[in-house]
């Protein structure tokens, strides 16, 4: 395959805004939680059914928050990698995305900015931008950490949706706010975990959806007119720390 034909594969798969998909299906289901008849013809009458909704509402944003943040890794990283952009996406292993939390506690600023698609400092006037620019890598780095640890929590709660959905929940409590799920970590031994997913739980679960939809299509859109289009004019977005969680 040539340089000019990797290229065009690698711009048409990075113009595809695939994971807008999971955030959109973030912002339904959260629709859909405050009000279980949310796009329905038909209002639920049953109760008991409109508990379970919520249920297997809760269950399915902590899943899809956790999808989500494998995909927005895994772009990421195929960014970095440039020209070998499509290769990476399509036979990165999963055990790169958990290597990729694992050790984001270990990274420095300089390893973030890369992420964002950030030029070098020196490249950047005023001082007054480059501070500005420099707080907003360490906003994202301490968001980062923060997403890196919530994957790791929840990864194995994923994997046990989406491998035969070996999840369930309890019978539904109108007394509680909150839902208790199981899962099935081995089908053959049957070792079993107990969660709570909690009202604030899904809550942040939520916020990390917001945080991955901001960045990664700000750092798509910079990777395009950057590195594949060789637009060497940028505009640079400036991240603002989350006040709602510390």
């Keep these: 395959m040539s340089n000019k034909t990797e290229i065009t594969m690698a711009m048409l798969m990075a113009m595809q805004p695939s994971h807008h998909l999971l955030y959109i ?12 008849n949310f796009g329905l013809k038909k209002p639920i009458d049953d109760k008991e059914l409109e508990l379970l909704t919520r249920e297997l509402l809760r269950i399915e944003i902590i899943a899809t928050t956790i999808h989500y943040a ?12 440039y020209k070998r952009f ?13 290597k990729f939390y694992k050790n984001m506690n270990k990274k420095n600023n300089s390893y973030v900015s890369s992420l964002l698609q950030y030029p070098r400092m020196s490249r950047i006037l005023p001082n007054e931008s480059k501070k500005e620019i420099e707080k907003s890598v360490r906003d994202v780095r301490l968001e980062l950490n923060k997403l890196a640890k919530f994957y790791l929590k929840w990864h194995d709660f994923y994997n046990s949706y989406k491998h035969g959905f070996r999840v ?9 706010d909150f839902t208790l799920a199981g899962y099935i970590t081995d089908p053959k031994s049957l070792n079993s975990f107990q969660v709570r997913l909690t009202n604030d739980k899904i809550e942040e679960a939520l916020d990390y959806c917001d ?3 901001k960045i990664l299509s700000t750092t798509e859109d910079i990777f395009i007119q950057h590195k594949i289009r060789k637009n060497n004019k940028m505009k640079i977005t400036v991240f603002v720390k989350n006040r709602r969680r510390k």
């Design 25 to 36: 299906k973030s912002r339904v289901m959260k629709r859909a939680l405050d009000d279980p």
């Design 70 to 81: 494998e995909v927005f890794a895994s772009r990421l990283l195929a960014m970095k990698k």
């Design 86 to 98: 499509h290769k990476f996406l399509l036979e990165y292993y999963p055990s790169e995305i958990i």
């Design 168 to 176: 369930f929940a309890s019978k539904p409590n109108p007394y509680d």
């Design 211 to 213: 945080f991955m939809f």
